[in-house]
């Protein structure tokens, strides 16, 4: 019974998501409709992209990214510029909760070696909003995108258009936010003329395989089985995304079969709970009336509201169903994925992080991140309105 409670905790969407679709599964019986509920290229490309990211880190491409760029720094605003847009801009890439995994941990050993952990709170918490407001701009930058964009048979370029001013006022709100911070013109040592004093990172443990066959050749490899993936999701028609799981599913056979296991199958399978539950409740004819009803000419209200409850990526496969107007459901459930602690799963990602190192600092940060997100929400949401 402990196990399960524990599960429950750890994975309570995943536990909802699958909660929902049995019981909707005594509604609507199971049939051969059942398969064409779940978007099998959604759950691919993510599932590409999970491994390669995965991969990419084992090797320790982003803390030597990391490093070279704080090498570069003096004063106090200078770092936290560099914490807070190194996962504002990586997640248009690598996606919000890979990058918080990725930064988040980096930030607080720079801080502690620095001497800097007065700037704990405010960092973690600009670094995950910058994390969730960056990733909204790309296709790739998190999996509400990947599957809204393949849903809404945009081109690239016309999303990137779509969401490029919400990014645009997110990133000058995250400067002037910078700027608030006291004593940001103190440099970082205050007898260093630069950061580069700090000690490099250790990094991850490399396993023998990778030792033999070469940190340089192991980037390259997955360097570009990353641009295959995501070409698979710009250009679809090009690069086929089967053929591209089929790559790289070989390639973690050949070099290491561990990176197949070291994704979070968790945000996959909730993806499929989510996807039958939304999928029946489309075939109950007098809930799919309410819920068109509901949502029509009011999706991104609609999408904001209900991601602060149950968070945006099931939010965006729930109303997805119900409305045909799927820019503005991307809209709403991209900054919806601000103000509550729940709103974005990635946001989770840094409270645990944070507390399990400070545990004691938990409080003060909730009520910081949930005060400043808030905040953010209002400013996007009224630009959205507008």
Same mark, same amino acid.
């Given at each position: 019974?402990?196990?399960?409670?524990?599960?429950?905790?750890?994975?309570?969407?995943?536990?909802?998501?699958?909660?929902?679709?049995?019981?909707?599964? &005594?509604?609507? *019986?199971?049939?051969?409709?059942?398969?064409?509920?779940?978007?099998?290229?959604?759950?691919?490309?993510?599932?590409?992209?999970?491994?390669? +990211?995965?991969?990419?880190?084992?090797?320790?491409?982003?803390?030597?990214?990391?490093?070279?760029?704080?090498?570069?720094?003096?004063?106090?605003?200078?770092?936290?510029?560099?914490?807070?847009?190194?996962?504002?801009?990586?997640?248009?890439?690598?996606?919000?909760?890979?990058?918080?995994? =990725?930064?988040?941990?980096?930030?607080?050993?720079?801080?502690?070696?620095?001497?800097?952990?007065?700037?704990?709170?405010?960092?973690?918490?600009?670094?995950?909003?910058?994390?969730?407001?960056?990733?909204?701009?790309?296709?790739?930058?998190?999996?509400?995108?990947?599957?809204?964009?393949?849903?809404?048979?945009?081109?690239?370029?016309?999303?990137?258009?779509?969401?490029?001013?919400?990014?645009?006022?997110?990133?000058?709100?995250?400067?002037?936010?910078?700027?608030?911070?006291?004593?940001? *013109?103190?440099?970082?040592?205050?007898?260093?003329?630069?950061?580069?004093?700090?000690?490099?990172?250790?990094?991850?443990?490399?396993?023998? &395989?990778?030792?033999?066959?070469?940190?340089?050749?192991?980037?390259?490899?997955?360097?570009?089985?990353?641009?295959?993936?995501?070409?698979?999701?710009?250009?679809?028609?090009?690069?086929?995304?089967?053929?591209?799981?089929?790559?790289?599913?070989? =390639?973690?056979?050949?070099?290491?079969?561990?990176?197949?296991?070291?994704?979070?199958?968790?945000?996959?399978? =909730?993806?499929?709970?989510?996807?039958?539950?939304?999928?029946?409740?489309?075939?109950?004819?007098? +809930?799919?009336?309410?819920?068109?009803?509901?949502?029509?000419?009011?999706?991104?209200?609609?999408?904001?509201?209900?991601?602060? &409850?149950?968070?945006?990526?099931?939010?965006?496969?729930?109303?997805?169903?119900?409305?045909?107007?799927?820019?503005?459901?991307?809209?709403?459930?991209?900054?919806?994925?601000?103000?509550?602690?729940?709103?974005?799963?990635?946001?989770?990602?840094?409270?645990?992080?944070?507390?399990?190192?400070?545990?004691?600092?938990?409080?003060?940060?909730?009520?910081?991140?949930?005060?400043?997100?808030?905040? &953010?929400?209002? +400013?996007?949401?009224?630009?959205?309105?507008?």
């Amino acid at each position: 019974m402990n196990k399960i409670i524990a599960f429950v905790k750890k994975e309570t969407v995943l536990t909802v998501s699958w909660v929902l679709a049995i019981a909707s599964a &005594f509604i609507v *019986r199971p049939d051969k409709e059942y398969i064409g509920y779940i978007d099998l290229k959604s759950i691919g490309t993510l599932w590409c992209l999970m491994i390669v +990211v995965s991969a990419l880190t084992e090797i320790g491409v982003f803390d030597r990214i990391g490093e070279i760029l704080l090498g570069r720094t003096k004063y106090v605003w200078q770092l936290l510029a560099l914490l807070v847009f190194l996962p504002f801009f990586s997640a248009m890439f690598i996606t919000n909760d890979v990058a918080l995994l =990725t930064f988040v941990p980096f930030s607080i050993h720079i801080l502690k070696m620095s001497d800097k952990e007065r700037l704990l709170i405010p960092v973690v918490a600009f670094q995950t909003i910058g994390a969730n407001l960056g990733s909204m701009l790309t296709p790739i930058g998190n999996p509400q995108n990947i599957y809204l964009f393949g849903l809404s048979k945009m081109r690239v370029d016309e999303f990137v258009l779509l969401m490029l001013p919400y990014t645009c006022i997110s990133m000058l709100f995250l400067m002037a936010c910078i700027i608030t911070v006291k004593g940001k *013109r103190k440099k970082i040592f205050e007898n260093s003329d630069s950061a580069s004093g700090i000690k490099k990172l250790k990094k991850p443990d490399t396993k023998p &395989f990778y030792i033999a066959f070469g940190r340089k050749r192991l980037t390259a490899i997955f360097g570009v089985l990353f641009i295959l993936a995501v070409l698979s999701v710009a250009f679809p028609t090009v690069v086929r995304y089967p053929i591209v799981v089929v790559v790289i599913l070989i =390639t973690c056979l050949l070099i290491d079969k561990t990176l197949i296991v070291s994704i979070d199958y968790a945000l996959l399978f =909730t993806f499929v709970g989510f996807f039958i539950f939304t999928g029946n409740l489309g075939r109950i004819d007098d +809930v799919r009336g309410f819920l068109v009803e509901l949502v029509k000419g009011h999706e991104v209200v609609a999408a904001v509201v209900s991601s602060q &409850f149950i968070s945006n990526v099931p939010a965006a496969l729930l109303l997805s169903e119900f409305t045909t107007n799927v820019k503005d459901l991307i809209v709403g459930v991209n900054i919806g994925g601000l103000g509550t602690l729940i709103a974005s799963m990635a946001s989770l990602i840094s409270f645990k992080l944070l507390a399990h190192r400070y545990n004691e600092e938990k409080g003060k940060y909730l009520l910081y991140f949930t005060g400043v997100s808030i905040v &953010f929400l209002f +400013v996007l949401m009224g630009y959205a309105l507008l």
